[in-house]
């Protein structure tokens, strides 16, 4: 079996980081969000820029732990000596993103089938939901262009996110970031809840959008929430405390 890092190998922050991951990672194992050994969630080192933490390719997200997430930096050098190997595709579109974003701390990729079936139609997310008016005009979209593995195509998802920080991948799945993870896990359950009413939607009757005036009004309303902590942490911690009762091996 291979080798992993252990906490007193790092710094605690970077301990912190690499629990906090791997918590997400199996919280997302958890809710159904997995694909196999595929797709994947990064969060940077903190106080390392150029370094951020990624699944060792070939486990599930059942299997990640702290010890064994690998650590690489923007030019896909691994950094920990993790004898782990890194997916190509995860690292050309995350990479990215972590290079030319400051506030990106935190990306996640996924192939939910909601967060797909919606990619896959022309119209995109439509408003018609309480979730899905929350992102109305503050998502982007990128055209499929095969698997992502080649470097020209980053300049191109630059490009087309803009100044957001959700993007549909069409015909490929969904892509969210934040400046912390609680927040970044956050957008992707309202993100996927969308998409699932959506799909519902579709099976069920006509859908109705939600005239722009309201998602206005909506919108407005949302941003005018204070919260006594930072986005996403008490959701975060309420998921930490459930897979903890599962399985709290992701914390080794």
């Given at each position: 079996m291979a080798t992993a890092i252990k906490g007193p190998d790092v710094s605690p922050?970077?301990?912190e980081a690499r629990q906090q991951l791997a918590a997400c990672y199996r919280i997302f194992d958890h809710m159904g969000w997995s694909e196999l050994i595929y797709n994947h969630i990064t969060l940077r080192v903190p106080g390392e820029d150029s370094a951020f933490l990624i699944n060792p390719f070939?486990?599930?997200y059942g299997e990640v732990r702290a010890s064994?997430?690998?650590k690489i930096d923007i030019d896909g050098q691994v950094l920990d000596g993790s004898p782990y190997p890194v997916n190509r595709a995860g690292f050309t579109q995350h990479s990215v993103f972590h290079r030319h974003?400051?506030?990106a701390h935190c990306i996640i990729h996924t192939h939910t089938t909601a967060?797909?079936?919606v990619s896959a139609c022309a119209e995109g997310l439509r408003p018609i939901s309480f979730y899905a008016a929350a992102f109305i005009g503050r998502i982007a979209y990128h055209d499929f262009e095969g698997v992502t593995i080649r470097a020209d195509e980053g300049e191109r998802l630059i490009a087309h996110l803009g100044d957001q920080r959700a993007m549909i991948l069409r015909n490929h799945g969904?892509?969210?970031m934040a400046p912390t993870l609680p927040e970044a896990f956050l957008k992707q359950w309202l993100l996927q809840r969308a998409?699932?009413?959506?799909?519902?939607?579709g099976a069920a009757g006509?859908?109705?959008?939600?005239p722009p005036e309201v998602i206005a009004v909506h919108q407005r309303d949302l941003a005018g929430v204070q919260l006594p902590v930072g986005p996403g942490v008490p959701d975060f911690q309420a998921m930490l405390r459930v897979i903890d009762r599962v399985d709290p091996s992701w914390r080794d």
């Open positions: 922050a970077e301990w070939g486990l599930s064994n997430l690998v974003l400051p506030d967060g797909m079936a969904t892509l969210v998409c699932e009413i959506q799909v519902a939607a006509t859908p109705v959008d939600i």
